[in-house]
Every structure is written in C-alpha cells, then in structure tokens.
C-alpha cells in the first residue's frame, strides 16, 4: 500500500507545461469510445465511439468484440484530430478494464496496451463503475454526493467512505435499464429502445395513467425489478391499456430507486446527489432525483445524456485522476477484471476533480 | 386535548418538538396516555405519484405496527406498540432512550456485547419468521444495556429462507459500507448472537446470505440473462 504522503509527492508533472492530457478507452459493454481530456480548460479535448447497435434482440459478446476491433482504428484517429493531438502528445493511456463482457473487454485492453508499449506512455488502469462517478462530480460540481448509478448492467448507490466508493443500496435482480429494455423488447415497442433522447417505454407512457396492482419492492437499502418485470408483462399481456402499464411501470421503477437513494442520504448524512450512467438521460427520472433532493434542502444534478452513457471521456477523466496519484500499471499487468467490483479500488484523489489537477 | 379526528391528530402531532428525521418520516416526541412515546409520522413523497405514495405510506404503518406488535410476542427487544392510525401514517409507540447503534459504532463507544444482543434480536424475529427488511446499523438503538430493534416498516412473515437471508444479507451490507474498517469485527459479534438466538435455522439462512451476495457481485452475469437473450 502507498502512503497518502508517497501519494501526494509521486504526483506527475506533465510534459505539458502544467497540463495533464490523458487519452481514455472504454470498451466494457455496447460502446466503443475514445476520450480526450486535459486538465486545463475546456477540459474535454475530444469524445469519438461507435455504439454496437443489436438488429434483432439480445447481443452476442462475441459479434460486440468482432465490431470493436474493426472500429477501433477510426475512432482513436477520430479523437485524435478532434482534439488536434497526436498520441506522443499525451501524459497517459488510461482504460477500462472492468466490470464488463470479456470479449469486448479485450479489445478496448489490446488498443491500450499497444499504444502505451508502442509509445511508452503510462497505462493507467480505470473501473467503469468508478468513472460513472466521476464524470458526475466533474460535470455536476457536487464533489461529495451520494450517486445514484442507473444503467442497463448496473443499477446502484453509491458514496464515500474510508478512501473507496461504497454500495449502499443496488438492485438484487436485474438492473433499471434492463428492466426498462426487456419489457419494451418483450410487448414489441423495442428496438430501438431510445430514440430522440426517449425511452420506448417513455414514448408508450404519454397518455397512460397510473393503475394499482404492481409489485414495488424495496428491501432495505436494495431495490428488486425482476418481480416487477414479469407482473407489468402479464399485466400487458392480460388486456390492460398498454400506456397505463408503461406508466406504472416506469413509476414504480424510478420512484424505488429514488427512495433508496433518499435513504442513503438518510443514512451517510451526505447533502448533495446525482444522477449518472445511461438511465440518467431520462428526464422524468431526472426530475424525481431534483424533487427528492428539493425536499430534504439538498443540492441535486444529473449528467447530461452525452456524458450519462458509456464514453471514453469517462475514462480518461478517471485516468487523469488516478496518473495524477502515481497510478500506473505495467503493460503485463493490464489484464481484464470482468467482474472487477467497484468497493475494490482506492479513490485517493477524492474528492479532488479533474479542475483541481492543473497547478497553475 | 387530542381530537379523535385524524386530522386534528395529524396537526396536533406536528407540534411536538421534532426528535430525528428519518428517510420516510419525522420522529416527534411527547407523552401518550401518560406514556414517553414517539410519533412516527409519515410524510408525502414529492417525487411519486400521489396514488403509489398514499397506499405505500398506508400499508407501511399497517404493517409496521402489525409486525412490531408480533415482533413483542416473540420476546424480541422492540418498542411498545401503543397506537397506529394508517390512513394518516401515524405510529405511536414506546420511546427508547439511547443512542442508534451507528453513533456509537462511530464514536467507538460500542461492545461487543451489544452487538451480540443486535445479532440476538433479528434472530428471534427470524426465529419466528420475521423478515425485518431494514436491519441497518441506524435502525438498532442501545440503550443503556439493553439493544433494541426499530423501524418495522419494510417487515415482513418470511415465506422462505431466503426472505430472511436477505436480512442478513442486507445487515452486512450496510455495515461494510457504512463501518468499513470495523466491519469484520462488528459482523462476527452480530452472527454470534443471531446464530444463538436462531440455532439451525440460522446457519441456513447465513449460507443463503453467501449467495445472495455473490448474485449480486457478478455485473456481468446479470447483464447477460438478458441481452443475449
Ligand atoms: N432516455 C433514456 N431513458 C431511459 N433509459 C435510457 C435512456 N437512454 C438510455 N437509456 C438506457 O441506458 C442503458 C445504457 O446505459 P449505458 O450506456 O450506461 O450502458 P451500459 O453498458 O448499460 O452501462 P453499465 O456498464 O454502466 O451498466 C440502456 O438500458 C438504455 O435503454
Ligand atoms: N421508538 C423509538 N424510540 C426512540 N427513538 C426512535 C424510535 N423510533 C425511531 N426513533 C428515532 O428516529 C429515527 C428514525 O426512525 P425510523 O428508522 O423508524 O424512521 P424511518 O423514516 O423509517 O427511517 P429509515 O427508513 O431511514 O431508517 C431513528 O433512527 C431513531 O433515532
Ligand atoms: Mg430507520
Ligand atoms: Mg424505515
């Protein structure tokens, strides 16, 4: 273990006059991105991906991987010449080894590793779940929240304690996007399950009413969806009116997770939240997040829909923290962590952002 | 006086001094029938739909009383019941003086001994297949040397092993984020007592934890039940 002073005087001096430019990869899922950031402003110096669009159904990790390999090349050129940088200039690689599918996990790994090699650039290991974080203290300025985390693999709750993000609440079955996008899929409003910014389940709510006779299961601190799920699809398939069951499904869904937000403020004394990952581009979700907060007198924000879903600025905003801290490792070492929990990895930046990192 | 209408009630309860707000309700406290007591008051949810916040904030108080009166019966260290009127979302019931066990967690001020007692009370509750539902380390009060468990509200009669291991499940949980340094110590205090308290059934119910936990772990199982499928 390092000690916090060994921390604090390994921090890196760039070779950007005072700049850090960290370049971030991340492959864990449905997207592949490239990120650019600086600890300068504007900050976010380029944002390239390609997302793996499913034609039917379900996707194969396999067919997500095959596509990430022959995407990869053009979106690093992409975020190069956005940013206008080649990757010399940059003080870091930084990418996402986990938690997520192995074989698309690779891919975004293999990239990262060859540029660091090939350049001798510092690799700089980032956990997904870490990053949603802090794309959302970043962009939102609340530097100690509790996070509400919503996407289509992960649905949990967040916070600071004793130098790692914790898990105070998360769901026990299946998680909110997925809930929202197997329903969809299932009663045939899906693919595409967003588009124009909405939610096919949204889109089918316009007009629906609330109707009692959903399950809303909140245990603890943790929320349950499954029960949910298979009660609105029986409920559709049984003759109701399918707006009025995408309404109540989508307000039991987001009014649990509020709740189990709300007492994780309860309970960790914390006055500010936000809303992150992919489910946060959801407006009426968003809006319950800022009255739950208004209630209790605290501070509330939600990132915006381009930095909510899986993207390399993420990454390599997170990287840029981590390098900052002395956190590299060697090329050997970059191997995948599927399953790689995020109450496993030390956050000594915290609560700095990345706005803290230039000296001067 | 207090009017027997429920209203008046509602408003003559909101002018007792305010004692501690959890995440659903504002604990007030004053005398009834003669009785030290907490009004616990449940309070309308801005951001549900007024219909769900009205039959959650009901059914709760019903079965908050429900259960912390069944939950006396079975010699589990709760307050007194002493009235409930769920159409308004009011409890009324003994009140315990101390401290919540996650203060004195905190402040070091805690024993071993009153962690046993914690782990002792969920396993009577268990023992009668009570599922708590919220057995967070702020819902145990220590008062003097005695551990008393609160907060019903999310209880529920246990149908299966795993209604209660999720209890267990959820207490560790929250000890591992909420304690994180004193967690491992904290846990074996509490399993001591609850496997006293639960001999048999209790192993089954912890080994039933394990599982739950690791369900819960694995992210990229629970992303492909569904998006292969
Ligand atoms: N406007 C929206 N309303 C509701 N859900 C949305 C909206 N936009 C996107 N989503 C959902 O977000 C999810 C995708 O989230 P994200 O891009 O973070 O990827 P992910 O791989 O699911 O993330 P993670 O690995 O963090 O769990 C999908 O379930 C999608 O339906
Ligand atoms: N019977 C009681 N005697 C003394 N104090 C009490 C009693 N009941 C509740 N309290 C105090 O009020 C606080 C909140 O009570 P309780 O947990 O029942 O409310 P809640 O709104 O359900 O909270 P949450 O769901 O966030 O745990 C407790 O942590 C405790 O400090
Ligand atoms: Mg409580
Ligand atoms: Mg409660």
């Given at each position: 273990m390092v000690s916090a002073a060994t921390q604090s005087s390994s921090r890196r001096r760039s070779g950007n006059g005072g700049d850090l430019i960290v370049l971030g990869i991340e492959s864990t899922a449905h997207t592949f991105g490239v990120g650019i950031v600086s600890s300068?402003?504007?900050?976010?110096l380029a944002d390239a991906r390609r997302q793996y669009k499913p034609k039917s159904g379900g996707i194969l990790p396999r067919e997500v991987a095959a596509f990430f390999s022959s995407v990869a090349g053009e979106v690093l050129e992409e975020a190069l010449a956005q940013a206008g940088l080649?990757?010399?200039?940059?003080?870091g690689i930084a990418v996402?080894?986990?938690?997520?599918m192995g074989p698309a996990l690779r891919v975004g790994a293999t990239v990262a590793r060859a540029l660091a090699s090939r350049y001798r650039k510092p690799l700089v290991p980032v956990n997904h779940a870490v990053a949603h974080i802090e794309v959302a203290r970043f962009v939102t300025g609340l530097r100690d929240p509790v996070a509400v985390y919503v996407a289509g693999g992960n649905t949990s709750i967040l916070s600071y304690s004793e130098g790692r993000y914790r898990v105070f609440g998360e769901t026990l079955d299946i998680a909110l996007g997925n809930l929202l996008d197997t329903f969809a899929r299932e009663v045939g409003i899906a693919p595409p399950y967003v588009s124009g910014g909405k939610h096919a389940v949204d889109k089918c709510a316009e007009g629906g009413d609330y109707i009692d006779g959903l399950p809303y299961v909140v245990k603890g601190q943790d929320v349950s969806y499954s029960g949910l799920l298979t009660a609105a699809l029986r409920m559709a398939r049984s003759g109701a009116r399918l707006s009025d069951v995408c309404y109540t499904l989508r307000e039991v869904a987001f009014s649990s997770i509020v709740e189990v937000g709300e007492r994780c403020m309860a309970h960790t004394g914390r006055d500010s939240v936000v809303l992150t990952g992919g489910v946060a581009a959801n407006k009426v979700l968003a809006s319950k997040v800022a009255l739950m907060a208004e209630s209790r007198g605290a501070r509330h924000g939600t990132v915006p829909p381009r930095l909510a879903g899986d993207n390399g600025v993420m990454i390599a905003l997170t990287g840029a923290l981590a390098l900052a801290h002395g956190i590299t490792i060697g090329v050997e070492e970059a191997v995948i962590r599927q399953r790689w929990r995020v109450d496993r990895v030390d956050v000594p930046w915290y609560p700095e952002t990345l706005k803290d990192l230039s000296s001067g | 006086m207090v009017s027997r209408n429920p209203e008046g009630l509602v408003e003559w309860v909101r002018s007792l001094p305010l004692a501690s707000r959890g995440a659903e309700s504002e604990i007030r406290v004053g005398a009834w029938m003669g009785i030290d007591a907490v009004f616990k008051l449940r309070i309308p949810k801005a951001y549900m739909h007024p219909r769900l916040d009205y039959v959650l904030r009901m059914s709760r108080t019903r079965r908050e009383a429900k259960l912390l009166a069944k939950a006396h019966s079975l010699g589990a260290r709760v307050p007194l019941l002493l009235g409930v009127f769920p159409s308004i979302g009011l409890i009324i019931m003994e009140r315990i003086r101390g401290k919540v066990l996650r203060d004195a967690i905190r402040e070091g001020s805690y024993r071993a001994e009153d962690l046993r007692m914690a782990g002792e009370v969920l396993g009577r509750l268990h023992d009668g297949?009570?599922?708590?539902g919220d057995p967070t380390t702020s819902n145990y009060i220590v008062s003097g040397e005695r551990v008393y468990l609160i907060d019903f509200g999310l209880a529920d009669k246990a149908t299966s092993v795993e209604d209660l291991a999720v209890d267990i499940h959820l207490f560790r949980r929250s000890v591992e984020s909420t304690h994180a340094v004193q967690a491992r110590d904290i846990l074996e205090h509490f399993l001591d007592g609850y496997l006293e308290a639960a001999p048999g059934l209790g192993e089954r119910v912890i080994e039933r934890a394990e599982e739950i936990r690791l369900r819960g772990r694995y992210v990229e199982e629970r992303r492909r039940t569904v998006w292969a499928g």
């Open positions: 300068r402003e504007p900050y976010i080649t990757v010399r200039d940059v003080d996402a080894l986990g938690p997520g | 297949w009570i599922a708590h």
